[in-house]
């Protein structure tokens, strides 16, 4: 496999003099939290079931188990999917911009269609990550009293809301401490699971695949259902890929191999030999692994390791928002910024109160850890499968001959895999797999509405429209009333005549001595260079055409862009105090004959209507804007 433009890392970290262990402690604090959570409840789920649980249940379980870790998080992701970067830079729809490049036709549309899909699914899982993750910490209490059982749900609600309510401030100073906690939490994994192995070695037979296999061959059924439960043990590996933009793939790896699969190992081992002592103990195998002393402190580190999970996906949340945005696939969102030196600590308002309501629901109507597994692996096996869909797709067109067919049977093999989880996971819709299906449609029909609404506008907007650079001309020729200072018309359409021109023209009768058509754009990849930034062409005497490019992690500021202009093209008066902004603000009205159903194009009115304003989005003083009011049919 090829990746295509590797050698240009234009990401946040890009430029950061840090140490490669401060970045590999970065990443067991950013990356790791959710996969290095799962060990609170995933070797319950998977064994639950069994009435009477014999040692072969537990050691062919196991053996499942960790050949499922090396075979998609340290074969797949860790060492191939970090191989797809997009610049620097990971994550679904980084992963589609490439997948879809020089594509057309149905084929493009497909991709577009599952990634789309697939970054919906993750909305699901950042709902569910914290809800879980937060349960089956607290859940711990239960083994130090029982009378403590009717706490979790209360404490667990407490703890959550505290964490999205901190949100706002950013995470600048407490995100500090996530690598310590993490690389903590990880160590004390490997210490309790092995003085577990300790007492029972022979719980490291399952390192054997042979016990899997006849697992497998023995109960076909039961194992296909198993997939369902031991899918939990890697959700968080979508975040290897995710978050390759702000460590590197060098560290993430790093990081993996050296401490985070060690740990995980030793762990899920060290309950499995406790399970072969004690079946009894299956009712909490991983805090009943630590001794009697050390449950209460055990309880109350899991408690932060999950906050530190839970914050990674909400970041995760902002940042699949913010890549949306940009891209065209949904509306215009107010973006806070919480840091003055780190771009990534972002904030929306929007998207945290949503994911607040929606967690909190999930607490009271799930009220356990068990029963929100179900739920959860619907969502992480859906987009574990489009990744490998779209990666597939790139494969295919970097590479031809012998190499094309190795990667082609190589990564069928990995999609049969993945095939297999998602199809164990959809048996369980009706056990709660409906909640991120359920999400995951309607935020994937909200993202395709939004996206045909816009191009729908666009088509309109380009029909019967004149070419700008002659109607420039001609209007200079018999020019209107001039009047000082400098008009600049945001359109979408560069080389057309914008409306709001022409309503000005029509209402104000008058043309300013200069006039800048400004068009912004968002690119196929993360981070434009500096040099590709805009590009200005003179149209005629008084008049200007400037395109503006932004990858899709970076965010719009059209001051600071006109300030640059400014600089390369003195002739042109952009001084803040002489300029003016126009602004096309476009109300959707029923048309003749409707280019979208009744229901679909009330949907995208309504999106356009609670979309951030351009102003703000664009970061364009509010008192330099004039704004022509126009009526669309759609």
């Known amino acids: 496999m090829t990746s295509s433009t590797a050698t240009v890392d234009k990401g946040p970290m890009a430029h950061a003099p840090s140490s490669k262990a401060a970045l590999i402690m970065g990443a067991l ?173 022979a719980i490291l037979e399952a390192l054997d695949p042979i016990w899997a296999v006849r697992f497998v061959i023995e109960s076909p059924g039961a194992s296909f259902v198993l997939l369902g439960s031991v899918v939990l043990a890697l959700t968080g590996a979508e975040a290897l890929y995710a978050d390759m933009g702000h460590f590197g793939r060098s560290p993430i790896r790093r990081a993996w191999f050296w401490m985070v699969l060690p740990s995980l190992a030793l762990c899920y081992f060290g309950q499995g030999a406790l399970l072969l002592r004690d079946p009894g103990a299956i009712k909490n195998p991983f805090f009943l692994m630590a001794p009697d002393w050390f449950v209460a402190p055990l309880v109350a580190l899991a408690t932060v390791a999950t906050v530190v999970a839970s914050q990674a996906v909400i970041s995760g949340a902002y940042s699949m928002t913010r890549q949306a945005v ?50 959860y692996g619907f969502a992480v096996t859906g987009t574990m499968l489009t990744t490998s869909v779209l990666l597939f797709s790139l494969t295919m067109r970097l590479n031809a001959g012998a190499k094309r067919v190795m990667w082609s049977v190589v990564l069928g093999f990995l999609l049969v895999f993945d095939l297999l989880l998602f199809s164990a996971n959809a048996l369980k819709v009706h056990e709660g797999g409906w909640l991120p299906l359920l999400v995951g449609i309607v935020v994937f029909t909200l993202m395709i509405t939004w996206r045909r609404g816009r191009y729908l506008l666009g088509e309109l907007q380009q029909r019967d429209r004149q070419p700008l650079k002659e109607f420039m001309e001609q209007l200079e020729a018999y020019p209107p009333a001039r009047v000082h200072g400098t008009a600049i018309f945001m359109t979408m359409s560069p080389g057309f005549v914008p409306p709001a021109l022409l309503h000005n023209l029509k209402h104000n009768k008058v043309l300013h001595d200069h006039v800048l058509f400004f068009t912004i754009r968002s690119a196929d990849v993360p981070y434009v260079l500096a040099e590709e930034r805009f590009t200005v062409a003179k149209l005629s005497a008084s008049s200007w055409q400037a395109v503006v490019t932004y990858g899709f992690k970076e965010e719009p500021d059209v001051p600071e862009v006109l300030r640059e202009i400014a600089e390369a093209y003195p002739e042109l008066d952009l001084e803040p105090m002489r300029t003016s902004f126009y602004l096309s603000r476009q109300t959707v009205v029923s048309a003749r004959r409707p280019a979208m159903r009744r229901w679909r194009r009330a949907l995208f009115a309504f999106m356009a209507r609670n979309s951030t304003r351009s102003t703000k989005f664009f970061k364009i003083p509010p008192n330099r804007v004039v704004e022509m009011g126009m009526q669309v049919e759609l």
């Not at 994911?355 to 739920?375: E, Y």
């Open 326 to 375: 940009q891209l065209g696939y949904w509306p215009r969102m107010e973006i806070l910024h919480t840091s003055a030196v780190e771009k990534g600590q972002i904030y929306l308002p929007q998207v945290n109160a949503l994911l607040l309501a929606a967690v909190m629901v999930l607490v009271l109507v799930f009220r356990s850890s068990d029963n929100l597994a179900a739920a």
């Open 29 to 201: 604090g950013v990356v790791y939290g959710d996969i290095g959570t799962s060990p609170l409840y995933t070797l319950r789920a998977c064994l639950t079931g069994y009435g009477d649980l014999q040692p072969g249940h537990v050691l062919g379980v196991l053996s499942i188990l960790f050949w499922m870790l090396m075979l998609v998080v340290s074969f797949k992701y860790v060492t191939l999917v970090l191989r797809a970067d997009n610049r620097g830079e990971g994550g679904t729809l980084a992963l589609l911009e490439l997948a879809i490049r020089g594509r057309t036709g149905r084929v493009r549309v497909l991709l577009i269609m599952l990634a789309i899909f697939g970054a919906a699914l993750f909305y699901g899982d950042s709902m569910i990550t914290p809800a879980i993750s937060v349960l089956s910490a607290l859940e711990g209490i239960s083994v130090v009293s029982h009378r403590f059982e009717h706490w979790v749900v209360p404490l667990s609600m407490i703890v959550l809301i505290a964490l999205f309510v901190i949100q706002s401030r950013g995470t600048g100073t407490v995100g500090k401490l996530f690598g310590p906690i993490m690389a903590l939490w990880f160590g004390t994994l490997a210490v309790v699971g092995g003085w577990q192995i300790w007492q029972t070695p």
